[in-house]
Structures are given as structure tokens and as C-alpha cells.
């Protein structure tokens, strides 16, 4: 629960004052509903009293039916600012909390964002957030008006009626009523949190299926992907009604509690009237009182019943605390002085490495081949000369230094316009050719072209359209290798003077990426290229060939 309270945390102070008064108008709304519905009791008993003792001409009718329709009306203008205040608050906290999930995805490192599926954790976070909209609407803010809208009017009846009457509808109503709530929500923590992964899973599953129906009509999967959503379905409908059957006994529950306490109380009227003196009139406040007051628990079994739902949703976002800044991906450098640029001649180096198994030192101009088995390092080497991944101890003090400054010692904006990366996963968005490029600089068509020409793909959007060919989401609509060469070809743009590949030519027959290795060198003639590959490092546009021996992740 320690989640769910730092969750809560941080939706009460996203919109404090809104929270606050939306707070104040729900007890208002109990308390004026309470006394609406004790001013008519009153009202009823008394006016029929005064008609049978035949004086109904002097009795004054006017006062107690204003006061009736003061309540009601106030009552609902106290209602609607009560849902407008709260759910205008929630609302905003919701939309700074999913900014804040964002924001916290986006302080993994490299590694971390390429292995996430951006619909999976978009999915994640639009149901968990939707999950956790109940929190403060359904369960705090209600809770909290419940009790304090008990207090007063236990005071009031003490007062005004007896304080018999005031402590049995007290004692009745509260311990009682906590005891059924949180019997629901201990039944209900199951069910409910399993209907959520459920859904979820449902829901990505549908998505997944949706987005890969051609690969699955083809291998004949199509019937079994069906099989695996209808058994999930039928999980999620399982939890379902079970959470809906202790939700309905519950409800049955309170209502019995209910009808026991106005029972009470119309029992307690009757003593008070016969042996304490106390008007008829009066002592039906309390009878009409108490069964105002199941309008403050009755409501609060769906917030209880979609507890384990919520604690989970909590759980899943990490259950931050609102008052801890994010942290970020990469450390900042101690060092007030960034390294001094090894040099050769007057010539600065554009990348300086040095490991325990080999050491670079790469000019403008100079391309070198990253070598090794699969899972030695090469991508990680990648990521930390990017200054995507933060170098650690068990680097086995690795150095790294691009323009004589460690990548961490570097402003982020100033970095990227020196170092480019394209990564072995392509991203695309929905929309043209030309928008996908564009992304990358503000280039006029001859450069798209000449880029794209760089990376052999412009024999292919010529037959398709051309700049203006249609892309679907992620690059649906290319292959995987003419997707990665996009990718090149929009990094080709901006120019780098070190640009890092990952897997360039994965995908690619012999002649495709002699093409493509010979364009890139030709596209940037001045650039310092860094590339990790499994084959093909051979090739001669690779003057420096570096076989990496030692991982630096162990």
C-alpha cells in the first residue's frame, strides 16, 4: 500500500486548493442532506401533529417549507460544484501523472527505451491511470466526508435530539460500516486486481493481433491467437463476477445496516418521547436522520471494491514519491575540467577509446569495424560513446572521449548535433517519406534524395511515390532492411561528425551492402563512422577494424 499512498500523494498535491474545496462541498452536500431530510421529518411530524390537535390554521408552514427548499436546492448546487470541483482536480492530477510516468519512462537508458514496445507501455500507462482515477473521486474524498459529516451530526443530534440518539446512529453506522467496507475490500483485492492484469492483457493482445493478422493468416496462427484472447476474455469475466458478487453482497450489507440503525433510531425516539419528555416532532429527526446518513456509506462500496484494482495500478507505476526529483539516464561528469583532446599533429581526435582489450583513435574521415561475438559489448560500446548508457565500475575503467570531452561532460543539445546513432531497431512514424527525413533537418528534396540514394532505397520510393510514398505506423509498409536504411538515410542528414551504426548491413545480400557502406562513406566524406557488425567488416571502407574480446557488462 506504500505505492498507493505515494500515488495519492501526488494527486492531492497536483491540484490542492480544487481538491480542497471539492473536499468541503461533499460534506456539505452529506450534511445538507442529512438536515433536508431531518427539517421534513420534523416538518411531517409536526404539521400532522398540529392538524389532529385542530390548530393546522396557526401553525407556520412557511418557514420549514422555505427552509425544505433552501436545503434541496443548495443541496444540489452544492452537488454539482462538489463534481465539478473534484473531477476537474482529478483530471489535471491524472494528466500531470501520465506527463510523470512519461517522464520517468524516458529516464531508463538506451538499453532500456530499444527493448521497451511503445504501444505496450502506452497501453500500461492509459490503463493504469484510468485505474487510479477512483482514488481520490471514489475512495479518499468520500471516506473523509463520511467521517467528518458523522462527527457533526453527531453533535447536532446530541444537541437537538438526545445524546441517546446521537451515539446509537454513531456507534451504528461507523464501526459497523467500516467493518462491511473493508471486508469488501480484502474480498475484493483478488478479483479486482486480477480484472485489471486481465484487461490489460486482453487489451495488448488485441492490439498485437490486430497489427499482426497478415504474419498470423499466413503461418496459420490466426486460430490459435483467437484461442489465447477468448481464454483471457474468459479469466477477466470470471474476475469480474466475482468482484460484482461481493460487491452485491456488500451492498445487501449496508442495507441491512441501514434499515437496523433507523430501527434504532425509531426505537430510541420512541423512549425518548414516552419517558423523557422529548416532542414527537424532534425525536423523528433522528428516525429521518439516520436514513439520510446511508447516502455516506452506500456510495463507497465501488471505491472499496476496486481497491486491489488500484493498489495494483500504483504498484506497477513504481509508486514514486511526488517530492523526489526524476532520476536522470546518464550521471553528470564530477570533473570541473573536461579532458584535454588527444591530438595527432594539429589534428583533434573526434573519438578516443581506450579498453582493456584494444584502444581507437579515430580522425574526421576514418571509419572503424566494432568486431565480436554476439553479447560481448558492441551495442553497449555504442550506447555509452552515444552518452545513452552511463559507463560503471565494471567497465574495467574504460575511457571514452568524443572531441577530447567524456560523452557525460557534454550539454545534451550540443552533443547530438555532433554524434548521430542508428540503432539496430528502426523508428518510423505514420506519415511520408519526406516527414519521416524531415525529422532529422530542415533538407530541401535534392538532399532527401541524394540521402536516400546513399542508402540505396532510391530505385524503391521512385517506383512508390517518391518522397510523398505513405509509411503506416512503425514503418509498416517497408521491409526491415529498407526501414533500417531510412533510418540511415534520415541520419545522413544531419551531418554528424561521428556517426554510429549498429548493424547497418543486417539484412542486406553481399551487393546491397557494399552499396549502402560505400554511400555512407560518400555522403559524409569528413565524418568519423563507427560501425558494430557481425559480417562484413571486412569490407574496405573500414580503415580501422577493432575486435572487442573482454564484455564490459559481466
Same mark, same amino acid.
Given at each position: ?77 452544492? &452537488?454539482?460544484?462538489?463534481? #465539478?470541483?473534484?473531477?476537474? %482536480?482529478?483530471?489535471? /492530477? !491524472?494528466?500531470? +501523472?501520465?506527463? =510523470? @510516468? $512519461? ?13 521497451? &514496445?511503445?504501444?505496450?507501455? #502506452?497501453?500500461?500507462?492509459? %490503463?493504469?491511470?484510468? /485505474? !487510479?482515477?477512483? +482514488?481520490?473521486? =471514489? @475512495? $479518499? ?18 444537541? #437537538? ?8 446512529? !454513531? ?384
Amino acid at each position: 500500500m506504500k505505492a498507493l499512498v505515494h500515488v495519492l500523494r501526488f494527486l492531492l498535491s497536483a491540484a490542492p486548493w480544487a481538491m480542497a474545496r471539492g473536499a468541503l462541498l461533499s460534506i456539505t452536500v452529506l450534511l445538507m442532506g442529512a438536515a433536508l431530510l431531518g427539517l421534513s421529518g420534523w416538518f411531517i411530524t409536526a404539521s400532522g401533529l398540529a392538524g389532529i390537535a385542530g390548530i393546522g390554521i396557526a401553525f407556520d408552514f412557511f418557514r420549514p417549507s422555505a427552509g425544505v427548499r433552501f436545503l434541496a436546492l443548495g443541496r444540489a448546487a452544492a &452537488r454539482y460544484g462538489e463534481r #465539478l470541483l473534484t473531477h476537474d %482536480a482529478t483530471l489535471r /492530477a !491524472l494528466a500531470k +501523472l501520465r506527463v =510523470r @510516468l $512519461l517522464e520517468q519512462e524516458a529516464t531508463r537508458d538506451a538499453r532500456g527505451l530499444m527493448q521497451l &514496445r511503445s504501444e505496450g507501455v #502506452l497501453t500500461r500507462i492509459v %490503463a493504469d491511470v484510468d /485505474a !487510479l482515477d477512483g +482514488l481520490a473521486l =471514489r @475512495l $479518499l474524498l468520500p471516506v473523509m466526508a463520511a467521517l467528518l459529516a458523522h462527527l457533526a451530526v453527531f453533535w447536532v443530534l446530541g444537541w #437537538l435530539v438526545g445524546w441517546p440518539m446521537a451515539w446509537a446512529i !454513531l456507534i451504528g453506522y461507523v464501526p459497523f460500516a467500516a467493518l462491511i467496507l473493508w471486508r469488501l475490500g480484502r474480498e475484493g483485492l483478488h478479483p479486482s486486481h486480477t480484472a485489471e492484469i486481465e484487461a490489460q492483457d486482453l487489451r495488448r493482445g488485441l492490439i498485437d493481433t490486430i497489427r499482426d493478422r497478415e504474419a498470423l493468416i499466413l503461418r496459420g496462427r490466426i486460430g490459435a491467437r483467437e484461442d489465447v484472447l477468448l481464454k483471457t476474455d474468459g479469466r477477466l469475466r470470471q474476475a469480474a463476477r466475482q468482484l460484482d458478487e461481493a460487491e452485491r453482497a456488500a451492498a445487501f450489507r449496508l442495507s441491512v445496516l441501514v434499515t437496523l440503525v433507523a430501527g434504532a433510531a425509531l426505537a430510541i425516539g420512541v423512549w425518548l418521547v414516552t419517558d423523557n419528555g422529548t416532542g414527537p416532532a424532534v425525536a423523528a429527526i433522528g428516525v429521518f436522520v439516520a436514513l439520510a446518513l446511508a447516502e455516506t456509506v452506500l456510495p463507497l462500496r465501488r471505491g472499496f471494491a476496486e481497491l486491489g484494482r488500484m493498489a495494483g495500478a500504483a504498484q506497477r507505476i513504481g509508486g514514486f514519491d511526488a517530492a523526489q526529483p526524476l532520476r536522470t539516464a546518464i550521471p553528470t561528469s564530477s570533473a570541473s575540467q573536461p579532458a584535454p583532446a588527444p591530438t595527432r599533429g594539429d589534428e583533434p581526435a573526434v573519438l578516443t577509446i581506450w579498453r582493456p582489450d584494444f584502444s581507437l583513435d579515430l580522425r574526421a574521415g576514418d571509419t572503424a569495424a566494432l568486431t565480436g561475438a554476439s553479447g560481448i559489448g558492441k551495442t553497449t560500446l555504442l550506447l555509452q560513446i552515444a552518452g545513452l548508457l552511463a559507463a560503471g565500475p565494471q567497465d574495467g575503467g574504460q575511457e571514452i572521449a568524443v572531441l577530447g570531452k567524456p560523452p557525460c561532460d557534454w550539454e545534451d543539445s550540443a552533443f547530438r548535433e555532433v554524434v548521430t546513432m542508428v540503432p539496430q531497431r528502426s523508428a518510423l512514424l505514420r506519415g511520408t517519406v519526406r516527414e519521416n527525413l524531415a525529422l532529422a533537418a530542415d533538407a530541401t528534396d535534392d538532399e532527401m534524395w541524394a540521402a536516400l540514394a546513399a542508402a540505396d532505397l532510391q530505385h524503391t520510393f521512385d517506383a512508390r511515390g517518391g518522397l510523398d510514398t505513405q509509411l503506416g505506423e512503425g514503418g509498416a509498409g517497408l521491409s526491415g532492411g529498407q526501414a533500417r536504411r531510412l533510418c540511415l538515410a534520415r541520419a545522413l542528414l544531419k551531418r554528424p561528425r561521428l556517426l554510429l551504426l549498429d548493424e547497418p548491413t543486417e539484412g542486406l545480400d553481399d551487393e546491397s551492402s557494399h552499396l549502402v557502406l560505400i554511400g555512407i562513406r560518400r555522403a559524409l566524406p569528413d565524418a568519423a563512422i563507427v560501425a558494430a557488425l557481425h559480417r562484413g567488416a571486412g569490407h574496405p571502407v573500414f580503415g580501422h577494424r577493432c575486435a572487442l574480446t573482454v564484455s564490459p557488462r559481466i
